[in-house]
């Protein structure tokens, strides 16, 4: 089965960090996203990605960056950590079908990160 | 754009009774809609999606659900849960022929099923 790889499962970091969230896929997917999940607002998608070194902003991209050098990875950054930053982030993955009839959403189980 | 609105934010329900989590969604086009189940301490899965076709989606571990385009509904029903489906649940809706990554997610319903 696809796996879906977080590098940390909780992060702790301080105020005006560098930040790096990574992300690993085994199943060759051509399309990577990367959600912040908070209590009482659902998935809200921060940035994706359909190829190396492509990237497309989300609905709030805005403290973030992200990097794809190679298919399997997509590393979400966050140049200067913010305490409203502090959230639980997913990252998932789907391979290039051309819509939702055949593709199939694969998570990761998530980094708790806290910016204290 | 689209919105999602899962009605009950928690849903407290006994082993072996029904249950049904409720989603009303609003689009301007046409949609694709999903149900995905999170268990504590990990991803989200999908359960089943609405593409086309028959109203009435069957997906894994007993559950369905109902498109109901007039009311703009896709809930969820189960007829008798476990214990094992304490969890959260989200609705998501996409535009149709857009990568399911781009969905919109409801806020979640927290299903705990008591013994």
Redesign the interface.
Known sequence: DVKVTQSSRYLVKRTGEKVFLECVQDMDHENMFWYRQDPGLGLRLIYFSYDVKMKEKGDIPEGYSVSREKKERFSLILESASTNQTSMYLCASTRDSGGPRNEKLFFGSGTQLSVL | AQS?TQLD?QVPVFEEAPVELRCNYSSSVSV?L?WYVQYP??????LL?Y?SGSTLVKGINGFEAEFNKSQTSFHLRKPSVHISDTAEY?C?V?P???????ST????TTLTVKP
């Open positions: 999602v934010s694709y999903f301490n990990q991803g989200l899965q999908l999606k593409l989200f998501a996409t149709a022929n857009t990568n399911a990554g781009k997610f409801g806020d979640g």
